[in-house]
């Protein structure tokens, strides 16, 4: 939020506390327009492992991810479940013009939503180019990270599979926080993991054995420091990153 906001009474409030309005959808509104969204906008929390979307139900509202980590997946018909993607703040939760969620969306952490209809955001992206050609570049970017994420799960190894992983999660949990490291130079980064590890297993395509081994050998090696197998402690991104291969 920079200090233009903060001071400026023509941003709406819901907006002028958002963390991420610049990096995401909102960013290529200006305050006529943030205020006109602001209308239909409605900020929501859910605790981990609260169901988001349901695979196949309606669409009747879209969302922008503001804070935590969403888990989406897919349901097979004989119950097994594949992870198919994160999203992140400030990740846009939807099929913009379409129907039908084609696939299910979960709280990996206490996650923090701002709520559009459906009809109001499809209104207004009509309206305004702008705001199109924002979703467009979010949806090509979420599309080149899903080709470079088919890399890794057909591509490295078990080792470097799971340093991906880590590496993924280090540097998209907190875009605010990595943005202000990177300012100050800082190589190191803390985390607490959104996944279990059979959900990191099923995401990466490994056994929950193979994930836990490769974490005991990243620790061991000095690459990360793990507390409570959640609290994940990244001394140095530069060495996490040589390990992804």
Not at 51 to 64: P, R
Not at 184 to 200: H, N, Q, T, V, Y
Request: aromatic share 4%; glycine share 6%.
């Amino acid at each position: 939020m920079s200090r233009n906001d903060i001071h400026n009474s023509d941003v709406p409030i819901l907006c002028r506390s958002c963390e991420v309005r610049h990096q995401g959808m909102c960013g290529a509104l200006d305050q006529h327009h943030l205020l006109e969204l602001s209308r239909y906008t409605q900020t929501v929390r859910y605790e981990a492992g609260a169901e988001l979307i349901a695979d196949d139900s309606e669409i009747t509202s879209y969302a922008n991810v503001m804070r935590g980590v969403v888990k989406l997946s897919k349901m097979l018909e004989d119950g097994r479940q594949q992870v198919v993607g994160l999203q992140f703040a400030p990740d846009f939760l939807g099929r913009l013009f379409g129907r039908q969620n084609t696939l299910e969306a979960e709280a990996a952490s206490p996650v923090e939503l701002c709520k559009i209809p459906k009809s109001a955001l499809e209104k207004l992206v009509k309206a305004h180019p702008e705001l199109e050609h924002r979703l467009m570049e979010q949806t090509l970017r979420e599309l080149d990270e899903a080709r470079e994420w088919m890399v890794t799960l057909g591509r490295k190894t078990a080792s470097e599979k799971v340093a991906t992983f880590l590496l993924l999660i280090a540097t998209h949990i907190d875009p605010v926080a990595n943005e202000r490291q990177e300012e100050r130079g800082e190589r190191s980064m803390k985390f607490d993991l959104p996944l279990s590890r059979a959900d990191i297993a099923d995401f990466l395509g490994l056994t929950i054995e193979t994930v836990s081994r490769q974490l005991t050998k990243l620790r061991k090696d000095g690459v990360i420091e793990i507390v409570n197998n959640r609290q994940v402690t990244v001394p140095d991104l530069g060495r996490l990153k040589v390990r992804c291969g």
